[in-house]
C-alpha cells in the first residue's frame, strides 16, 4: 500500500475512534500537527521511533510520552497518545507527518470544508471577503476556507482556484478569452 493510502487510512480510523468517542476533533487535529512537527523537525527523535536496534515497546512508549506533551488537553493527550503508540508498533513510525495532513483532510472532508485560494488584483476587504465566502459556498458545495493573495497582472476583479477548478473573473481573463476568441475567428 502506498505512503499516502497508508496515512489516510490511520487518518480515517482515528477520525472514526474520535467520532465515536466524542473528542474534540480540531485539538486532536492540533495534537496531532505538533507531535508530526516535533517528529519531523528533530531527527534525533524520529532515529529513536524508527530504529529497529530499539524495541518497539519502548519506541512506542516514546511516541506516547511525545504526544501526550504535544497535546493540549488531558483527553486529547490520551487519545494521540494511544494513536501514536499503535502506529509505532505497527512499524508506521515514518508516516507520522503524513497522517497529520491526511487528517486534516479528512477532518475538512467531515466538516464540508473546501480549500480555495482567492487570488485579485488589489486585496479584498473584510465585507469582500465575506461576500466572496457567502458566493463560493454555494458554487464549491462546502465551506470554503479561502487564502487570498494579490496579483496586480489580473488587472482587476478576482480569479478562485479550488482542487482543479478555476473561477476566473478577473479582468486579465476576460481580455485573454477576448484575444483567444478573436484569434479562432469568432466575431
Known amino acids: ?37 516535533a517528529v519531523s523537525t528533530h531527527s534525533d527523535l524520529a532515529r529513536a521511533l524508527t530504529s529497529p536496534a530499539t524495541p518497539r515497546s519502548e519506541r512506542a512508549a516514546l511516541a506516547a510520552a511525545v504526544a501526550r ?5 488531558p483527553e486529547v493527550a490520551d487519545r494521540l497518545s494511544r494513536f501514536v503508540s499503535v502506529m509505532v508498533e505497527r512499524d508506521r513510525a515514518g508516516e507520522f507527518a503524513s497522517t497529520a495532513r491526511e487528517f486534516r483532510a479528512v477532518l475538512d472532508d467531515h466538516n464540508g470544508v473546501v480549500e480555495a485560494e482567492v487570488v485579485s488584483a488589489r486585496l479584498l476587504d473584510a465585507a469582500g471577503r465575506e461576500a466572496l465566502r457567502e458566493a463560493l459556498e454555494t458554487v464549491l458545495e462546502g465551506r470554503p476556507r479561502l487564502s487570498f493573495r494579490e496579483d496586480p497582472s489580473l488587472l482587476g476583479g478576482f480569479a478562485v482556484r479550488s482542487g482543479n477548478r478555476i473561477f476566473d473573473a478577473s479582468a486579465r481573463g476576460e481580455l485573454d478569452r477576448f484575444l483567444a476568441a478573436h484569434a479562432a475567428g469568432v466575431r
Open 1 to 37: 500500500m502506498p505512503s499516502t493510502e497508508i496515512a489516510r487510512h490511520y487518518a480515517r480510523v482515528l477520525l472514526e475512534v474520535a467520532l465515536a468517542e466524542g473528542d474534540d476533533l480540531d485539538a486532536l487535529a492540533g495534537g496531532l500537527d505538533a507531535f508530526g512537527e
Open 69 to 73: 506533551r504535544a497535546a493540549p488537553d
